[in-house]
């Protein structure tokens, strides 16, 4: 008897499964060539419109700095989806695409968007005056708890931006919830401008920190880090682990012509106690290049909690160990984005995202090109690109690299589903070379480090416009993700603002055992 192809029988049983359903009117399916195998069978997403965007809120293809960005979240149970709009409002839809509610935010829009545990509560956290926090009834769309953060790091005045929502002064940056606590973040930036001597104009950030424990039912302050005043430097993102009872942070600052001493210095890695708020480590990734070490989205920690990866603004990849007591040891610290000189003007990729899984293996994201700031603080768009930037790479648990990929386009971010090995990558435009060719998702699995292909592409989804904002849903079942309209060379828009809800658990069988 001859021995079957596996891939000839994972192509024949996925078009029977999408023959039946199709039949059964439950799912619409497209066929995709990939890398000169058998077609790859993906689902075609429910698309949803959204409410028309602001001229200001949209992108251009050939700008690197980016506008327009909106925070969506899935609730835990999966029958939810909201979205913090750039029209000053949160959206709560099922997963039809059917809005229940919204609530109209009456200084300026929601920056971070999460769910109880329960599904029963939605989270916001505003760039506004005050910087507000509040759990909103999912049931009913109505305000439970509200908790301004402006009267411990500052209020910030009303005018508007024009772009970047994360200039705005007074901003929740991040929350994460548990069955027992709800963790916020929440910065206060002060834009100031400096003469130097030549002449120049540059600006400085002053920056005041404050990361709190509320109890989510009702707002209960349970805790605050620090417990007296504010850290001299940001912490844009956190990340908990249940296995560790341990919240973890970084400290990141802006660019100034010189570093003040600061309290709470840059690139500084912390773990503070869930429970009390106390710290219980930490460890500093000093700087290269550059004058400050960022660390932005680029934390995670493994499930088991064991390890704990970053990647810096300049390109770098570490990895630690979570030892006993506890305390970070630095097991690596990859260069994975040499800094460049083209035309005279330094470049490099950014680390932009990291996950680092229960084995030690890790996997990093470089966003686009930059270019190096000069002595004035001005950052100009770079002549060429970087050859790591936008590019996905895999680590193994000794820094060795064992895989990489060239996205085709920008990288936005990259979400993990660690039951099922899925990964999803966000693409947006090139700016560089002005093209919206690749931008969409593209969905790839994971097989572990040691496998002859570690890394298995499933399929793509392309999009007209761009997408920087997701979620995947807790259970790995589907994935959502908003699209915004791009601006093209000929100012014609591509694109529209709309919804996409992409089903998962079909396209990538049966889960990964790690």
Same mark, same amino acid.
């Given at each position: 008897?001859?021995?079957?192809?596996?891939?000839?029988?994972?192509?024949?049983?996925?078009? %029977?499964?999408?023959?039946?359903?199709?039949?059964?009117?439950?799912?619409?399916?497209?066929?995709? !060539?990939?890398?000169?195998?058998?077609?790859?069978?993906?689902?075609?997403? !429910?698309?949803?419109?959204?409410?028309?965007?602001?001229?200001?809120?949209?992108?251009?293809? %050939?700008?690197?700095?980016?506008?327009?960005?909106?925070?969506?979240?899935?609730?835990?149970?999966? !029958?939810?989806?909201?979205?913090?709009?750039?029209?000053?409002?949160?959206?709560?839809?099922?997963?039809?695409?059917?809005?229940?509610?919204?609530?109209?935010?009456?200084?300026?829009?929601?920056?971070?968007?999460?769910?109880?545990?329960?599904?029963?509560?939605?989270?916001?956290?505003?760039?506004?005056?005050?910087?507000?926090?509040?759990?909103?009834?999912?049931?009913?769309?109505?305000?439970?708890?509200?908790?301004?953060?402006?009267?411990?790091?500052?209020?910030?005045?009303?005018?508007?931006?024009?772009?970047?929502?994360?200039?705005?002064?007074?901003?929740?940056?991040?929350?994460?919830?548990?069955?027992?606590?709800?963790?916020?973040?929440?910065?206060?930036?002060?834009?100031?401008?400096?003469?130097?001597?030549?002449?120049?104009?540059?600006?400085?950030?002053?920056?005041?920190?404050?990361?709190?424990?509320?109890?989510?039912?009702?707002?209960?302050?349970?805790?605050?880090?620090?417990?007296?005043?504010?850290?001299?430097?940001?912490?844009?993102?956190?990340?908990?682990?249940?296995?560790?009872?341990?919240?973890?942070?970084?400290?990141?600052?802006?660019?100034?012509?010189?570093?003040?001493?600061?309290?709470?210095?840059?690139?500084?890695?912390?773990?503070?106690?869930?429970?009390?708020?106390?710290?219980?480590?930490?460890?500093?990734?000093?700087?290269?290049?550059?004058?400050?070490?960022?660390?932005?989205?680029?934390?995670?920690?493994?499930?088991? %909690?064991?390890?704990?990866?970053?990647?810096?603004?300049?390109?770098?990849?570490?990895?630690?160990?979570?030892?006993?007591?506890?305390?970070?040891?630095?097991?690596?610290?990859?260069?994975?984005?040499?800094?460049?000189?083209?035309?005279?003007?330094?470049?490099?990729?950014?680390?932009?995202?990291?996950?680092?899984?229960?084995?030690?293996?890790?996997?990093?994201?470089?966003?686009?090109?930059?270019?190096?700031?000069?002595?004035?603080?001005?950052?100009?768009?770079?002549?060429?690109?970087?050859?790591?930037?936008?590019?996905?790479?895999?680590?193994?648990?000794?820094?060795?690299?064992?895989?990489?990929?060239?996205?085709?386009?920008?990288?936005?971010?990259?979400?993990?589903?660690?039951?099922?090995?899925?990964?999803?990558?966000?693409?947006?435009?090139?700016?560089?070379? !002005?093209?919206?060719?690749?931008?969409?998702?593209?969905?790839?699995?994971?097989?572990?480090?040691?496998?002859?292909?570690?890394?298995?592409?499933?399929?793509?989804?392309?999009?007209?416009?761009?997408?920087?904002?997701?979620?995947?849903?807790?259970?790995?079942?589907?994935?959502?993700?908003?699209?915004?309209?791009?601006?093209?060379?000929?100012?014609?828009?591509?694109?529209?603002?709309?919804?996409?809800?992409?089903?998962?658990?079909?396209?990538?069988?049966?889960?990964?055992?790690?």
């Amino acid at each position: 008897m001859r021995a079957r192809n596996p891939a000839v029988m994972r192509y024949v049983l996925a078009a %029977g499964l999408a023959g039946l359903l199709l039949a059964a009117g439950l799912l619409v399916w497209r066929a995709e !060539k990939g890398g000169g195998g058998p077609a790859v069978l993906s689902a075609v997403p !429910k698309e949803v419109a959204l409410w028309p965007l602001a001229s200001e809120n949209i992108s251009s293809v %050939g700008e690197w700095q980016k506008k327009g960005d909106e925070a969506v979240a899935v609730s835990p149970d999966g !029958k939810w989806i909201a979205v913090a709009g750039l029209d000053e409002a949160v959206h709560l839809l099922d997963v039809a695409g059917r809005e229940r509610w919204s609530y109209r935010i009456p200084e300026r829009y929601g920056h971070s968007l999460v769910f109880s545990t329960d599904s029963k509560l939605l989270f916001v956290g505003e760039c506004s005056v005050d910087g507000a926090v509040y759990g909103i009834d999912v049931e009913s769309g109505k305000k439970q708890w509200e908790y301004s953060v402006g009267s411990d790091v500052g209020r910030s005045g009303s005018n508007r931006p024009v772009n970047y929502r994360t200039l705005d002064k007074c901003c929740i940056f991040d929350l994460s919830a548990t069955e027992d606590a709800l963790f916020v973040v929440g910065t206060h930036r002060d834009r100031r401008f400096e003469e130097l001597p030549n002449g120049a104009r540059i600006v400085n950030d002053v920056l005041d920190t404050v990361v709190y424990s509320f109890h989510p039912a009702d707002g209960k302050l349970l805790w605050r880090y620090p417990a007296r005043g504010t850290m001299d430097t940001h912490m844009p993102y956190l990340v908990y682990s249940k296995t560790l009872g341990q919240v973890i942070g970084a400290n990141t600052s802006y660019w100034r012509p010189s570093m003040p001493q600061e309290k709470y210095p840059n690139g500084t890695v912390r773990l503070i106690d869930a429970r009390t708020g106390v710290e219980s480590c930490s460890c500093r990734i000093m700087p290269t290049f550059m004058s400050f070490t960022s660390l932005w989205y680029s934390l995670s920690v493994s499930p088991n %909690g064991r390890f704990v990866s970053a990647g810096t603004v300049d390109g770098r990849l570490v990895l630690f160990e979570v030892r006993p007591g506890p305390s970070l040891v630095k097991l690596w610290e990859k260069d994975v984005s040499t800094l460049l000189t083209v035309s005279g003007i330094p470049i490099y990729a950014p680390s932009s995202r990291s996950v680092v899984l229960d084995n030690g293996d890790v996997f990093m994201t470089s966003g686009s090109t930059f270019a190096r700031q000069t002595t004035a603080g001005v950052v100009r768009q770079p002549p060429n690109r970087h050859p790591d930037s936008n590019s996905v790479f895999l680590f193994d648990r000794n820094g060795d690299i064992v895989w990489k990929w060239k996205a085709p386009g920008g990288i936005a971010d990259m979400f993990y589903h660690p039951g099922s090995g899925m990964i999803v990558i966000s693409v947006e435009h090139d700016y560089l070379q !002005k093209s919206l060719d690749a931008a969409g998702f593209y969905f790839l699995k994971y097989r572990g480090s040691q496998a002859p292909q570690p890394v298995e592409r499933f399929g793509s989804l392309q999009l007209g416009g761009i997408s920087r904002s997701g979620a995947l849903a807790q259970d790995g079942s589907f994935f959502v993700a908003v699209e915004l309209p791009v601006r093209r060379t000929d100012d014609t828009l591509a694109g529209e603002h709309k919804l996409h809800i992409v089903p998962l658990r079909s396209m990538v069988g049966a889960p990964v055992v790690q």
